[in-house]
């Protein structure tokens, strides 16, 4: 995991508007879906300088910790995101997931039960629907294919 402080935002001629951190988030997790983890690490790195208080950043650098097989730094990033953003259910959701690819299957029913209801949000609910599908096969983590799970389509974009 990524240990080091965000970086400040880059200089730029303009403000970033929300539009192209919407954009720059789509790419990010494109990036993360096609395997270039490299260039999604640039991009979600770059989106927490500029929108730390938001939770998408933290949710790009988790699937890439998921993707790395490191799904105990993905739980830890999301972890310490929600007090920053404590109402996001996004943090909780993709935390459900980063618990199913730990084997924490307890921990992440647990949160399901917690917060399953709450999505009305249609890619939050299909994704609260696949992980507890998954956690009703008790699926090794490395046999899922993360990259279906909705990642962008629905997301909180609170500028």
């Given at each position: 995991?990524d240990?080091?402080?965000?970086l400040?935002?880059p200089p730029?001629?303009?403000?970033?508007?929300?539009t192209?951190?919407k954009?720059?988030?789509?790419?990010?997790?494109l990036?993360?879906?096609?395997?270039?983890?490299?260039?999604?690490?640039?991009?979600f790195?770059t989106?927490r300088?500029?929108r730390p208080?938001?939770?998408f950043?933290?949710?790009g650098m988790?699937?890439?910790?998921?993707?790395?097989?490191a799904?105990?730094?993905?739980?830890?990033?999301?972890?310490?995101?929600?007090?920053?953003?404590p109402?996001?259910r996004?943090?909780?959701?993709?935390l459900?997931?980063?618990?199913l690819f730990?084997?924490?299957?307890?921990?992440?029913?647990?949160?399901?039960?917690q917060h399953?209801?709450l999505?009305?949000?249609?890619a939050?609910?299909?994704?609260?629907?696949a992980i507890?599908?998954?956690?009703?096969?008790?699926?090794?983590p490395?046999?899922v294919?993360?990259t279906?799970f909705?990642?962008?389509d629905k997301m909180?974009h609170?500028p």
């Open positions: 995991m240990t080091s402080p965000p400040p935002p730029c001629s303009g403000s970033v508007t929300p192209l951190v954009l720059l988030a789509e790419i990010g997790f990036a993360i879906s096609q395997g270039q983890l490299a260039d999604a690490r640039i991009i790195t989106l300088a500029f208080d938001q939770d950043p933290a949710i988790a699937l890439i910790a998921i993707a790395e097989n799904p105990h730094n993905a739980i830890t990033l999301l972890q310490e995101q929600i007090p920053r953003v109402d996001s996004n943090l909780h959701a993709f459900g997931l980063a618990l730990a084997g924490r299957h307890d921990d992440s029913r647990r949160l399901l039960r399953a209801a999505p009305d949000e249609p939050l609910q299909a994704l609260w629907t507890d599908r998954k956690l009703q096969q008790v699926t090794s490395a046999s294919d993360w279906r909705p990642t962008h909180e609170n």
